[in-house]
């Protein structure tokens, strides 16, 4: 091959590399930036008013989940026909961050219904489950939870303590679920139970777990350090009796469905997690303009500017990788690892803008009255639920280490 050969190689090359960043977008489409500002005009609207009144009381907002149902936010990727809004995940997360810009406590009541419920019912549902209930609790007249954690099986997922032991047509459910989003409000549990312990992980199953059926007890509310509006429970199953016809999938298939349904959910959590980063530093960024010391508005001081440079950046950052994840969601590519790098990142994210932007206010944001107090307490949850930032470099680490 001679010189001249290799030359016209690499000009082809160099090329095509150069069309490729020039066709790279990161631009929204006006359809994604519509959606972005109703829910941005709803959170300020509709949600602020009365948010710390709502943290300090611990108070579910069912008028706001009926506002947010009427304009398809309990529904966001469910399919029309199923009666939900059909957006693709670049919305979802659009809708999440702006909603968690303003109540973190509100936005996971609408993940949990989309991530884990609804998406989890559409990808894996029977034609009769859809059909009974994903069409009401994408329209939100029902509202979902997803019971997976118990006492003794949090991070460790196959260490499922609850059983269901199959009794022909039906199973019979036993066993405790702790730290269940929506657990009190909610009509609809999917609920991860062990049906044979000999076969591990190939022994779970998923069920549809109505609220009313005669065992099934919900416990008190959970006094919890942040997101203090969504309503968390301890849920008690004895001898419950479950028609076969709820089972989610194939016997055995539950692990797996768990961890796939968990998978997009990370995503959503990454978006709650990027809006509350987002919020306190939109918050941060104005009191900076207004507070004055030594003679001008502290944001002229390098201390609060390169504060503010730092939280920017950060921020940004996570922002591309909850887009990436969503955009991996959307292309249909495998997106074990986009989420969960999207979950680990903007997580510590929120964690840390938080804290700053506390700081920046300096005494005022130790008080409810600025918000950022509140949430610094929102955003450590996005650390823990939905797989600790642990369990997110354990996936991450996996995914690098096999190749």
């Excluded at 008190?220 to 009796?241: A, C, M, W």
């Excluded at 980063?277 to 201390?303: D, L, M, P, V, W």
Aim: hydrophobic content about 40%; some cysteine.
């Amino acid at each position: 091959m001679n010189i001249s050969h290799l030359w016209s190689i690499f000009e082809f090359l160099f090329y095509e590399s150069f069309n490729c960043i020039l066709h790279m977008d990161f631009s929204l489409s006006e359809e994604h930036l519509m959606i972005r500002d109703a829910a941005r005009d709803f959170a300020n609207t509709e949600l602020l008013p009365g948010v710390i009144e709502r943290d300090e009381k611990q108070e579910f907002p069912d008028e706001l989940v009926r506002k947010m149902s009427e304009l398809g936010f309990m529904g966001i990727m469910v399919d029309p026909q199923y009666g939900g809004s059909g957006m693709d995940t670049i919305s979802y997360v659009l809708i999440m961050e702006e909603l968690s810009k303003i109540d973190a406590s509100a936005s996971v009541i609408v993940s949990v219904n989309n991530s884990l419920v609804c998406y989890g019912l559409q990808a894996f549902g029977s034609d009769l489950q859809k059909e009974k209930y994903l069409t009401k609790l994408a329209a939100g007249e029902l509202i979902g939870a997803f019971c997976l954690s118990e006492p003794e099986a949090g991070s460790d997922a196959t260490s499922q303590k609850t059983t269901a032991i199959d009794h022909g047509d039906h199973y019979i459910l036993n066993g405790t679920k702790n730290w269940i989003t929506n657990g009190g409000r909610s009509d609809i549990y999917l609920v991860i139970a062990q049906t044979d312990r000999d076969k591990g992980h190939k022994g779970i199953n998923a069920f549809i777990v109505e609220k009313g059926m005669p065992g099934f007890d919900i416990g008190p509310k959970e006094d919890k350090l942040g997101i203090r509006g969504s309503d968390t429970h301890t849920l008690q199953f004895n001898d419950v009796k479950v028609p076969k016809e709820n089972r989610i999938g194939e016997d055995g298939f539950g692990f797996k469905f768990a961890m796939k349904t968990l998978s997009g959910g990370r995503i959503g959590i990454a978006a709650q997690a990027l809006g509350i980063a987002s919020g306190a530093f939109e918050i941060a960024k104005k009191y900076s303009k207004e507070r004055k010391a030594f003679g001008t508005e502290i944001c002229n001081h390098q201390a609060i500017a390169f504060k503010l440079a730092d939280m920017h950046t950060e921020i940004e950052a996570a922002r591309h990788l909850v887009m990436k994840a969503a955009w991996d969601k959307d292309q249909g590519n495998n997106y074990d690892l986009s989420s969960a790098m999207a979950k680990l990142y903007a997580s510590k994210v929120a964690m840390e803008q938080t804290v700053e932007a506390v700081q920046i206010l300096g005494g005022n944001g130790f008080v409810k009255e600025y918000h950022v107090e509140r949430m610094m307490r929102d955003a450590k949850i996005t650390q823990i639920y939905e797989g600790t930032s642990e369990i997110q470099k354990i996936v991450i680490s996996r995914s690098v280490l096999k190749d």
